[in-house]
């Protein structure tokens, strides 16, 4: 076997959108480049933290997990590709972990931060996930709601026809996750 | 679970049971899944669906630039028209999705959207009332 393992069609997502390219794995680390050029993104495998599989619509979802730093989102895997994948990375020390998708279609849950990722899990699924580093600006409404306003994505790579701007939660007086404020993002 | 329908608050309502029973993503843009009562929001490059007897209003507004805005607000316990009840203590100690908006290109398809969601909604809340009514 030859060190590293390839993947075509292998889609890039995030605040933008989602964007096509080419995805190598190796020993030496994560290289995905967009088809036709441009963007591309490397990941040195010393800065690789944890990585985490999830099923999503039709096709699988690979997370991995940047000391310090962002998620990076590559969908596209077949069902076969999982234990390829899994394999490789556990003989490299790290095992991903498997995530699930909540598809129940429920606004209540739980918000899980993680870095700067926000998750809004449901049931203990995951139903999204946000970066805490595209907001631009946090506001608390009355003594329940927390609102937050997402940069204007202005990118090249912004491929969406509708762009995400704010989000609110609504934490009930009742909600015994957060006492005081000082872990609200 | 029980499958009682007669006993099924609108609460209990899912809008998918499988994953790969939710359509794939064509255009990163909302969409309304009628067949499932679904509305799918695009965020960060997946598509997100909510129930729609989730949501509480819908509402858009364009600026100059003939650029639109959709506002959807969920519905959350202690609210004035959805006050604390069985199911919202059912639910104690959750976070409440309150409120989403986004920003469109196309306003033709943000009304289309605001349409789909208010029609879609109207309907299921009276199946629902109805439903409600004839158990008692």
């Keep these: ?185 | 679970g029980d499958n009682r329908a007669t006993s099924k608050a609108s609460s209990d309502l899912v809008a998918y049971k499988n994953v790969n029973d939710v359509p794939p993503a064509r255009d990163l843009m909302i969409q309304i899944d009628q067949k499932n009562e679904a509305v799918l929001l695009p965020i960060y490059g997946s598509m997100v669906p909510f129930h729609v007897s989730t949501i509480r209003t819908v509402s858009s507004q364009q600026d100059t630039n003939r650029t639109c805005y959709i506002r959807i607000i969920f519905n959350v316990p202690g609210s004035a028209f959805n006050p604390h009840d069985s199911n919202s203590l059912k639910h104690q100690g959750a976070t409440y999705l309150k409120e989403v908006s986004f920003r469109s290109k196309d306003p033709r398809h943000i009304s289309e959207v605001v349409q789909l969601i208010k029609t879609l909604r109207r309907h299921v809340m009276a199946r629902e009332s109805e439903r409600a009514e004839r158990a008692t």
């Design chain 1, 1 to 185: 076997m030859t060190d590293g393992l390839q993947f075509n069609n292998i889609f890039l997502g995030g605040r933008g959108g989602t964007n096509p390219g080419h995805l190598k794995i190796s020993s030496g680390g994560i290289l995905w480049k967009k088809q036709g050029g441009g963007k591309a993104v490397e990941v040195d495998r010393a800065d690789i933290v944890g990585v985490t599989w999830m099923k999503v619509p039709r096709t699988n979802q690979l997370s991995v997990l940047i000391k310090g730093g962002p998620w990076y989102k590559f969908t596209g895997f077949r069902d076969q590709d999982l234990s390829t994948l899994t394999n490789f990375f556990q003989s490299h020390g790290i095992t991903p972990e498997e995530k699930q998708l909540s598809v129940s279609g429920r606004n209540w849950g739980e918000v899980d931060l993680n870095g700067n990722m926000l998750t809004f899990l449901v049931g203990s699924k995951q139903a999204f996930e946000v970066s805490l580093a595209d907001v631009s600006q946090t506001q608390m409404q009355g003594k329940n709601d927390v609102i937050l306003e997402f940069h204007v994505d202005d990118t090249t790579g912004a491929n969406e026809k509708d762009s995400l701007m704010e989000l609110s939660f609504h934490i009930p007086n009742n909600n015994t996750q957060y006492i005081g404020d000082e872990n609200r993002p």
